[in-house]
T-cell receptor, first 110, second 115 residues
Framework: DAKTTQPTSMDCAEGRAANLPCNHS???????VYWYRQIHSQGPQYIIH???NNETNEMASLIITEDRKSSTLILPHATLRDTAVYYC???????????FGPGTRLSVLP | DAGITQSPRHKVTETGTPVTLRCHQT?????MYWYRQDPGHGLRLIHY???????DKGEVSDGYSVSRSKTEDFLLTLESATSSQTSVYFC??????????????FGAGSRLTVL
């Protein structure tokens, strides 16, 4: 099964870049990596996804290694409102089961 | 907001009673999902649907059933609620992107307490 490994928690100073790593060494060849975040007890919110190339949108950038075994989500200028749990997820066996692990709890500090 | 509404948002019930949670969408998406979230487990897939009357099991489907008689509604039923089903339940819809990815949009959640 495709699974991901993320640090349990990270701190980041407000205004600095937050770099959240994820290992997904068993990802299948054509599967995307997706990033979501969950603020307090709200529903998870989609951030970005990627396959092979680096991606950027208005929320974040995603850097995927050439061997696709790991990726890094970058929040370029973290704010207090970015404090949340960040999930790096992949699908299992091309099915509909998007596996959400415990994620990384990011605390943005003033 | 992809127009997803979950109801009820909060419910307290007793062991052995039936419970139905409703997920309603307004944008005609084909894929709909039910997840539960518990401390230490992240989100776990219960059931999903890929069309009207087309559903399949996820990794934690025991004790749950689902129905989808209309595109816009996906119902999750606990036939006889147990305390282990105390959880926060999230509904999601899946939206395909031009690149072939499937992006999930989640509802606000339904907090169920089984006493």
């Amino acid at each position: 099964d495709a699974k991901t490994t993320q640090p349990t928690s990270m701190d980041c100073a407000e205004g600095r870049a937050a770099n959240l790593p994820c290992n997904h060494s068993t990802i299948s060849g054509n599967e995307y990596v997706y990033w979501y975040r969950q603020i307090h007890s709200q529903g998870p919110q989609y951030i970005i996804h990627g396959l092979k190339n680096n991606e950027t949108n208005e929320m974040a950038s995603l850097i995927i290694t050439e061997d696709r075994k790991s990726s890094t989500l970058i929040l370029p200028h973290a704010t207090l409102r970015d404090t949340a749990v960040y999930y790096c997820i992949v699908r299992v066996n091309y099915g509909q089961n998007f596996v959400f692990g415990p994620g990384t709890r990011l605390s943005v500090l003033p | 907001d992809a127009g997803i509404t979950q109801s009820p948002r909060h419910k307290v019930t007793e062991t052995g009673t039936p419970v139905t949670l409703r997920c309603h969408q307004t944008e005609n998406h084909r894929y709909m999902y039910w997840y539960r979230q518990d401390p230490g487990h992240g989100l776990r897939l219960i059931h999903y649907s890929y069309g009207v009357k087309d559903t399949d099991k996820g990794e934690v489907s025991d004790g749950y059933s689902v129905s989808r008689s209309k595109t816009e509604d996906f119902l999750l039923t606990l036939e006889s609620a147990t305390s282990s089903q105390t959880s926060v339940y999230f509904c999601a819809i899946g939206q395909a992107t031009f690149s072939g990815a499937n992006v999930l949009t989640f509802g606000a959640g339904s907090r169920l307490t089984v006493l």
